[in-house]
Each structure stands twice: as structure tokens, then as C-alpha cells.
């Protein structure tokens, strides 16, 4: 942590003049007791809206765990709706960032959008926490000691989901994905993951995100000679497409797997459509540890819903800045001791115990589901401890 460890880093000179305006304005130099002010900027519309809000919530319960604090320190949330619209992500970081004055960012879910907010963290040397958005460069190429991930790579689920079909003796299959980031990556993974079975992605089909016009691409499925297909959507989006392809009469010809986004957070839309469909995630229903099954009823009770892998993103995220804020007694300026204290963390995670690899993303257990009576059981895990491979990353030590 170069940049960190030095006082006349523009860090450093960040905090110092930050001081001198506060005393200038007649406020203390220290931040003392005023508020944390954490800029969320998550999407509250558009097909990814019950992603974001479902972040927000875990968020929201893990601070009212702990009395509203994070470090001691009051925390007021500054929410922004990002529309998981890439074009308006750089004019969203500018405003929490300017007008708003956060002290840390928290966001988001879309994969084009999180670079806005990465940009920023590593500009600005702002604390950036990331609560979804799997997108690869944030923990491999533009890694930062102030960017931190409790979600996983996009590369991570689809591995697990690739490695199991291959193990089955899966040869060919086919990838389908909204075009962008995101499902560009989850093929890469799922083609990785297939490859040590000796299988092959011999096509990745795309549609444009956020369209849900999925005919012509299930048009196509039956005529590629494939034996399974592997497919990236989430939200609003994974509704529909698990809907199209059973209603195209595509479940009993070419069996539909994936990253567990498919069927996550989506079953009571898709209905009998998603029965038996098998994924791959590091969480699922009927997960038996201690910390999940308080978390469960909880998150219920507090929301109104059932809590899903989203969720649980946005709590340990609130989780792994707690460790942050409280090893400095909630000055957010201190960013090199939160920093080392967010890496060394050990979050206890409804997913099960995780830690973070040396480029800041969960290490974590991948459980093979399937979705039986409208929940995504958990039947076996399809890869333990996995890190995603963080090629590229140069953290500075
Ligand atoms: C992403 O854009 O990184 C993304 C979005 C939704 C998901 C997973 C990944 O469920």
C-alpha cells in the first residue's frame, strides 16, 4: 500500500485540507461525532430494481444490528438510483462524491457501471465497497487497496457451474447472456470450468441488456448440435428468459444451467418454468450454518421477503466495513489501517465464513442447486474455497 503509507500522499494532503476548511467553516478539524455519510449507488429501477433494493435492505438490517453505527460513528445513507445505466454512472459518483460529500461509496450491482465507481476509488483514493457487480478488472487489472468486493467474480459461479457439467461428461454446449461485462465473463468462466471435463463452449449467443426479446436466440438453440446450455440473467431479465425457453419447449431437449443469478431472487415469477433447473452460486436455500439461519427469519421479518444472495451481499458489505470503521473508531479518513483491517478480515457470512484473496475478492465455496418447490435447494457443492484468479492484479504492497 504505497500510496497509503506515505503522509504526503494526496491522500494525506486530502485529509489535511479537508481540516483546514472544516475549521475554517467552524467545524472540528476531526470528524469527530458527525455522521458517517455512505453514498449507496445501487439500482432502484430498471430489470436489476429487486437486486438493488434487496442489497439495500441487507445493508440496512446489518447497521440496525448495530444500533445505526458503524466504528461508533452515527452513519447516514445517501441513496442514489443508478438505472444500472452505465452513461449516467460517472454523473451519479460525481454527485455523491460533490454535492453529497460521502466519506465512502458503496455500489453497485450492473458491471458497466461499478467502473465509474472504480474509477473514482482509485482517482480519488476513496473507500469503495462493492456489494454485486462481478465485473473482473475491479479485482484482477484495476485492483486498489481501497477497493473491496463481498460479492464474487462474474468468473466464479459460472466456473463452478462449467466444472460440474464437464465432470458429467458434457462435450459441447452453448453460453446465452445479455451483451455485456458481465455475461461476457460468466461464458469465460463457464468455458474454464467445462474444459477440465475436456467440454467446449462451442457458441456464446447474446442479446442486447436490458432486452428481453429472446425468441430469436432460442430459435437458434436446437440447430447448434450442443448437449447442455449455460446462460447469464438475473433479475427481471431471468424471469422472462426462463419463462421463453420452457415455453419453447427447450427444457426436455437441451438442459438450461448457469450462475445461480438465473433463478435467484426470481422463482415466485417463473413459477413451475424454473423446477429442476440446476445452478451454481455460493448461496442457497436450506444453507444450515448459525449465522444463516438468524439472518433467514430476520432478514423476513425486517423486509417483508424472503432473503436471497443479493441480500446477503449488501449485509456483509455493511459487515466488512463494521471491521473497517471500528479498527479506527469511525474516522474514515484513516483509510490505510481500514484498509489493512478489511483485508485481514474473517466475515462471518450467511454464505459460511469467507475471507478476502490478496486482491480484495471473496474466497469462497460454490454450492451446486437446483430449484425444488420454488427454492433453490442446495444439493452439493460444486467447487470449495474458490478465488477467482485476480490476473493482472498489482496491488501495491
Ligand atoms: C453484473 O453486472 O456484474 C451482475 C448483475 C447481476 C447479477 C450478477 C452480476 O446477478
Redesign the pocket.
Known amino acids: 500500500m504505497q500510496a497509503l503509507n506515505q503522509g504526503n500522499s494526496a491522500l494525506g494532503r486530502r485529509a489535511v485540507l479537508a481540516g483546514v476548511a472544516g475549521a475554517a467553516l467552524g467545524r472540528p478539524a476531526i470528524a469527530g461525532d458527525a455522521p458517517l455519510k455512505l453514498g449507496l449507488m445501487l439500482p432502484y429501477s430498471g430489470t ?1 430494481a429487486a ?1 438493488g433494493e434487496n442489497v439495500t435492505a441487507g445493508f440496512e438490517m446489518l447497521l440496525a444490528e448495530r444500533g445505526g453505527k458503524l466504528g461508533g460513528r452515527a452513519v447516514t445513507l445517501v441513496k442514489v438510483d443508478d438505472e444500472s445505466d452505465p452513461s449516467k454512472a460517472p454523473q451519479n459518483v460525481s454527485r455523491l462524491l460533490g454535492r453529497d460529500r460521502v466519506d465512502v461509496l458503496v455500489g453497485t ?3 458497466g457501471v461499478v467502473m465509474a465507481l472504480v474509477q473514482a476509488a482509485r482517482e480519488r483514493e476513496v473507500l469503495l465497497v462493492i456489494p ?4 473482473a478488472a475491479a479485482t484482477r487489472e484495476l485492483c486498489a487497496p481501497t477497493i473491496f468486493r463481498t460479492s464474487f467474480t ?1 468468473w466464479q459461479p459460472a466456473y463452478g457451474m462449467g466444472l460440474v457439467l464437464g465432470q458429467r461428461g458434457v462435450k459441447k454446449a452453448a453460453f446465452v447472456t445479455w451483451d455485456y ?2 455475461g461476457r465473463e460468466a461464458a469465460e468462466g463457464f468455458r474454464d470450468g467445462l474444459a477440465v471435463g475436456g467440454g467446449e463452449v462451442t457458441q456464446v449467443l447474446t442479446v442486447p441488456f436490458p432486452q428481453t426479446n429472446f425468441q430469436p436466440v432460442l430459435a437458434q438453440l436446437p440447430g447448434l448440435g450442443v448437449e447442455a446450455v449455460g446462460a447469464f440473467f ?2 427481471g431479465g431471468a424471469v422472462q428468459f426462463v419463462r421463453d425457453y420452457a415455453a419453447a419447449g427447450l427444457r426436455a431437449k437441451l438442459p438450461l444451467y448457469g450462475p445461480g ?1 438465473l433463478t ?1 431472487g426470481t422463482l415466485a415469477g417463473q413459477g413451475d418454468a424454473a423446477e429442476g433447473i440446476q445452478t451454481a452460486l455460493h448461496y442457497g436455500d436450506g444453507l444450515d450454518n448459525p449465522r444463516n439461519n438468524a439472518f433467514r427469519p430476520a432478514f423476513k421479518a425486517r423486509a417483508g421477503r424472503e432473503a436471497d444472495v443479493f441480500a446477503v451481499h449488501g449485509y456483509d458489505a455493511a459487515q466488512l466495513l463494521a471491521v473497517g470503521l471500528d479498527a479506527t473508531r469511525g474516522d474514515a479518513e484513516s483509510l490505510r489501517p481500514i484498509c489493512a483491517a478489511m483485508q485481514a478480515a474473517s466475515i462471518d457470512s450467511p454464505r459460511g465464513r469467507f475471507k478476502l484473496s490478496p486482491q480484495h475478492n471473496p474466497v469462497q465455496t460454490i454450492y451446486l442447486r437446483e430449484v425444488r418447490h420454488g427454492q433453490n435447494r442446495v444439493i452439493g457443492v460444486a467447487v470449495p474455497d474458490l478465488a477467482d484468479p485476480g490476473t493482472g492484479c498489482r496491488m501495491p504492497a
Open positions: 436489476y437486486l450491482v450492473h458491471s454485486n457487480a462481478g465485473n462474474n461485462a458481465a438475473s433479475g443469478f435467484e
